[in-house]
């Protein structure tokens, strides 16, 4: 019975908390979170977490942003939690804002449509908004410029293990472009014509140059316990890390092969006229630009975001059962993790 409680492919004992945290040289790196003044309480109470299970040892710089202007009341509401240093950003116009170039009557019929279908959030502009900006402009907000690495938090979710080492410099010294916890199915329905866009935009010129040999065909392709599903999506599996938790390489996303994929995404207008989610977007850029081996499930690091968690087996977790995916039955067969495990991971038998 091998306790999991750190990865297994790195000398972690070289990247442990400092003694004296003054002297401490950081990874290029911020946590992130996006999140609304309303929500002032919900990301009190993730923080409060967060700094137990990793960031008091470390003492990482948080970056909140948000489409207004923070009040007085959130920032004093996060300071009291945390001692880390705090950036208050708000984000420019045209990297949140509904392009001009959206037909709006368009749009809102499409909302209605997808409504009716069920697919969650389709009638709300500011949900489209959050998914086209997590998904393409983010990590170009002038402030975050200078980093390279980002933890994305959000209000209300869970940390439940004591993590002892420093996540930044573990995918500094691997190299490693993205890091998750959790991988599921996603709502077919809000990512229709997302991965024919994709063959689309790999078909012309010669962008599929761009394309990793090593890349994650399989994870995005194929959905064994849901061919419907996948049919609906247009031969995508449907298969995405779940993005309110990423630790990633914003040089990644920079890059010319995402920069170029997002443009031709975005380019369709179907932020709007569809519902595509920057999770799946993240997923399908990784599994095609990236090399497999360098994105990392982070299997060590208990972590809850309704409906869904990731319950290692390291005896300190206390709050979850070991391998639990979702606290509902009925949502047990959204885990797409066996299907990463089993075509995606560089060597599936060391799971680290
Ligand atoms: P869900 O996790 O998909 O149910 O969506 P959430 O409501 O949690 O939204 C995802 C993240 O984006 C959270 O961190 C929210 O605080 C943030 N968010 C969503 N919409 C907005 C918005 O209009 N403004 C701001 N500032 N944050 C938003
Ligand atoms: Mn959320």
């Given amino acids: 019975n091998i306790e999991i409680n750190e990865p297994k492919d790195y000398d972690i004992n070289s990247i442990r908390p400092p003694e004296d945290i003054s002297k401490y040289v950081h990874a290029n790196a911020t946590i992130l979170a996006l999140v609304r003044n309303s929500e002032a309480r919900q990301i009190a109470s993730t923080i409060r977490q967060f700094e137990a299970s990793f960031n008091s040892k470390f003492m990482y710089p948080y970056t909140f942003i948000n489409d207004s202007p923070f009040s007085e009341r959130f920032k004093a509401k996060v300071k009291e939690v945390s001692n880390a240093p705090m950036n208050f950003i708000t984000i420019p116009r045209?990297?949140?804002?509904?392009?001009?170039?959206?037909?709006?009557?368009?749009?809102?019929?499409?909302?209605?449509?997808?409504?009716?279908?069920?697919?969650?959030?389709?009638?709300?502009?500011?949900?489209?908004?959050?998914?086209?900006?997590?998904?393409?402009?983010?990590?170009?907000?002038p402030e975050l410029l200078k980093f390279k690495y980002y933890w994305r938090i959000e209000p209300q979710v869970k940390f439940f293990t004591d993590i002892k080492y420093d996540v930044f410099k573990y995918l500094e010294g691997t190299q490693k472009v993205y890091g998750f916890t959790l991988s599921l199915y996603d709502i077919e329905d809000s990512v229709t014509t997302l991965w024919p866009e994709t063959i689309k935009f790999l078909?012309?010129?010669?962008?599929?140059?761009?394309i990793n040999p090593n890349g994650a065909f399989q994870w995005l392709l194929e959905n064994q316990q849901n061919p419907k599903k996948a049919e609906i999506a247009g031969g995508y599996s449907t298969c995405h890390f779940w993005s309110n938790f990423?630790?990633?390489?914003?040089?990644?996303?920079?890059?010319?092969?995402?920069?170029?994929?997002?443009?031709?995404?975005?380019?369709?207008?179907?932020?709007?006229?569809?519902?595509?989610?920057?999770?799946?977007?993240?997923?399908?850029?990784?599994?095609?630009?990236?090399?497999?081996?360098?994105?990392?499930?982070?299997?060590?690091i208990g972590y809850e975001h309704d409906p869904y968690l990731n319950c290692p087996n390291s005896k300190n977790v206390?709050?979850?059962?070991?391998?639990?995916?979702?606290?509902?039955?009925?949502?047990?067969?959204?885990?797409?993790?066996?299907?990463w495990v089993d075509y995606s991971m560089a060597d599936p038998a060391k799971i680290y």
């Fill in 246 to 300: 990423e630790i990633g390489d914003m040089d990644f996303f920079r890059g010319e092969a995402y920069t170029n994929w997002f443009k031709h995404l975005d380019s369709t207008g179907k932020f709007y006229y569809e519902r595509w989610g920057d999770a799946p977007v993240h997923s399908i850029g990784l599994g095609l630009f990236a090399d497999k081996s360098k994105i990392h499930w982070f299997r060590d």
């Fill in 203 to 210: 078909n012309s010129d010669d962008n599929y140059k761009y």
């Fill in 94 to 141: 045209d990297l949140w804002a509904r392009p001009s170039s959206i037909d709006a009557k368009k749009a809102e019929e499409a909302m209605k449509i997808l409504t009716e279908k069920s697919v969650a959030y389709a009638n709300k502009l500011s949900y489209h908004n959050m998914c086209r900006f997590y998904s393409g402009t983010f990590y170009n907000i």
């Fill in 318 to 339: 206390a709050r979850c059962k070991t391998g639990l995916f979702s606290r509902w039955d009925h949502l047990q067969d959204q885990n797409c993790m066996a299907s």
